[in-house]
Nanobody, 118 residues
Framework: QVQLVESGGGFVQAGGSLRISCAAS??????????MAWYRQAPGKQRELVAS???????NYTDSVKGRFTISRDVAKKTVSLQMNSLKPEDTAVYYC??????????WGQGTQVIVSS
């Protein structure tokens, strides 16, 4: 059974930095064509895509985090990370790791809480 396990969330003051990571366990192979991403969901809001990385390590970011967040991955190690700098209170949310394989199979992590105080 495949599991995605996030780590690194926590509490930080505005302007600070956090790095969250996600590791896949189980007998599964992720190719470089897999899409790996981070979503977030703030209280009372819908889950939104924050950043994604896919074939050729092409990256995509939602406008509100461009220039502040950086997504990276190690396909061989089945990990994806999100470096978050210059954090703002509006970045407060539960962050979820997501993987979509070329076959269409998708996986979600259980989420990690990020709280940014003003």
């Amino acid at each position: 059974q495949v599991q995605l396990v996030e780590s690194g969330g926590g509490f930080v003051q505005a302007g600070g930095s956090l790095r969250i990571s996600c590791a896949a366990s189980g007998s599964i192979f992720f190719s470089s064509l897999s899409t790996m991403a981070w979503y977030r969901q703030a209280p009372g809001k819908q889950r939104e895509l924050v950043a994604s990385i896919s074939g050729g390590d092409s990256t995509n970011y939602t406008d509100s985090v461009k220039g502040r967040f950086t997504i990276s991955r190690d396909v061989a190690k089945k990990t994806v990370s999100l470096q978050m700098n210059s954090l703002k209170p509006e970045d407060t949310a539960v962050y979820y790791c997501y993987v979509r394989r070329p076959s269409g199979m998708t996986y979600w992590g259980q989420g990690t809480q990020v709280i940014v105080s003003s």
